[in-house]
């Protein structure tokens, strides 16, 4: 990923006609007031460069300067044109935003999994009003886990011609859970910890933020290659077969990185099939039997490995950076019947 500084001011004139961005600037200086974020103090931002606009009647801050007060890091991602937002949870920091990212992740079902919660992260794509809210867990073999959804924002995030990245602050800030206000008669925007912590509903388990056409606000189901099985034995009411559990879900593809010698072979059938040969530990998962995985469909048992876990599915993809972006995560599997 790239910084925002970095971002390539090539893209600006184009967006600015596709935008049709009609910025205007107050009579006076719009001013936003921090109330005990990353100390116990009240506190306004100084916007030394960029000033805030607004945009059909909604405030827009400089990305950078805004996430920074808020106690935040701010990441540009280029090639998925998208801005990240990270808050770090942490239960015993002198900063009072911090505790309460902690308190808010620890209020998420972790579905009975052993996972250390670490942060929040918003994903804000360019000029587009559709934004991923993730709150990030390690599991107990140090990989990122994230519970998240789709956020619907009312505006969204745009360049402005002299290449600052500007955010929306109502919509950036209430995607972790923060209060806003706003007050007329000074032109100014406050934010606060509010004193009840609601989370989202209809949280689960995606796919980290990734590069490309794989970043994971642009997977769709269709990502991951279908197959027609012929000899799978399931009777035609759908029946799903013997619940194994919940697994995790890691990914991998024929190259050297993920398959090493092995390359576009499996140990059990042959060629490696992506979409579906899947690598699993035959204590739990018998070889060359077919399963059921919740959100991929109907997988073969064709391949293993030294770093298969008893509960643990390795699936197949077509590509290196498919697999990075699709990442980790954890689903039910039924042993087909």
């Known amino acids: 990923m790239k910084k925002l500084k970095k971002a390539v001011l090539a893209v600006l004139s184009a967006v600015l006609v596709v935008g049709n961005i009609n910025a205007v600037f107050a009579d006076g200086d719009i001013s936003v007031r921090m109330n005990g974020i990353v100390s116990n103090d009240v506190s306004y931002i100084n916007f030394t460069d ?5 945009i059909d009647n909604r405030t827009l801050t400089p990305a950078r300067a805004m996430a920074e007060a808020a106690g935040m890091e701010v990441e540009w991602d280029q090639p998925t044109q998208t801005a990240l937002l990270t808050l770090k949870a942490d239960a015993n ?4 935003i911090e505790r309460f990212a902690s308190e808010a992740i620890n209020k998420i079902d972790g579905l009975g999994l052993d996972m ?19 709150y990030n867990f390690i599991d107990s073999d140090g990989d990122n886990v994230p519970f998240g959804k789709d ?9 402005i011609e002299d290449g600052t990245l500007m955010i929306p ?22 934010v606060n910890i ?18 490309g056409k794989y970043s994971a606000d642009n997977l769709a189901d269709n990502s991951i290659p279908s197959i027609d099985i012929e000899d799978v034995p399931v009777d035609n009411d759908q029946q799903l ?34 979409g579906q040969t899947i690598a699993v530990n035959p204590k739990i998962i018998p070889k060359l039997s077919w ?39 954890y689903k039910d599997v039924y042993l087909v019947e």
């Open 50 to 54: 960029t000033k805030p606009i607004q």
């Open 241 to 274: 077969g013997t619940y194994l559990g919940k697994f995790k879900i890691t990914h991998y593809c024929p190259c050297a990185i993920c398959n090493g010698g092995w390359g576009a072979y499996t140990a059990w059938a042959g060629e490696l099939i992506p």
């Open 169 to 190: 602050i109502r919509d950036s800030m209430e995607m972790f859970g923060l209060d806003i206000e706003w007050y007329q008669d000074e032109l100014c925007a406050e």
């Open 116 to 134: 250390t919660p670490t942060s929040i992260t918003a994903a804000l794509r360019l000029n587009d009003s559709n934004a991923v809210i993730r």
């Open 291 to 329: 399963v059921y995985v919740d959100g991929y469909g109907y997988r073969h048992a064709e391949d293993t490995g030294s770093g298969i876990g008893e509960y643990h599915i390795d699936m197949a993809v077509p590509t290196h950076s498919m697999a990075v972006a699709l990442g980790v995560v």
């Open 151 to 159: 956020y619907e924002m009312v505006s969204q995030a745009v360049f």
């Open 93 to 96: 920091s002198d900063r009072p």
């Open 194 to 211: 509010p004193e009840e912590i609601d989370i989202p509903e209809g949280l689960a388990i995606i796919p980290n933020h990734g590069n």
